[in-house]
């Protein structure tokens, strides 16, 4: 496992095991719910040193920001074990604001839509100003 696990260490290779390791803990393997448990807790570390960082949760902590969960082992679930759910309990606990938002569309599809809302946004006020120069002439 050693050797396979550092011969392509990418993280889709890695991942690609979760819905095994998933099995085994829900067959009652203490190593593999132990391996989730581990899990949670580092991918949660991870999103309270972001939501830390960019002061997402304001200043006591409590303020409302969302995150988004993407990704096949924090949207997949199985069973007892769904991965996402765990992490929001866990930033929960120190961030109580957290609205965790489960899209309905692929990640490229949200931004390409985000970035076409950007573009008409900023067409219109182009427009808008254009007009307003014209009234003024």
């Avoid at 604001?97 to 950007?118: H, M, Q, S, T, Y």
Wanted: charged share 25%; aromatic share 8%.
């Amino acid at each position: 496992m050693f050797r396979w696990t550092y011969a392509d260490p990418s993280w889709a290779r890695i991942a690609a095991l979760v819905p095994a390791v998933v099995i085994c803990a829900e067959a009652g393997d203490e190593v593999a719910n132990n391996i989730l448990l581990e899990s949670v807790q580092e991918l949660a570390s991870s999103v309270k040193a972001v939501v830390d960082r960019l002061g997402l949760c304001g200043q006591d902590g409590k303020s409302s920001f969302p995150l988004v969960m993407v990704g096949g082992v924090l949207t997949a679930h199985r069973g007892s074990w769904d991965i996402g759910k765990e992490v929001i309990n866990c930033i929960s606990k120190q961030f109580p604001g957290v609205i965790p938002i489960r899209p309905k569309v692929e990640p490229a599809v949200g931004a390409a839509w985000l970035a076409w809302n950007f573009i008409m946004k900023e067409y219109k006020e182009l427009k808008n100003d254009e007009v307003n120069y014209e009234r003024k002439m």
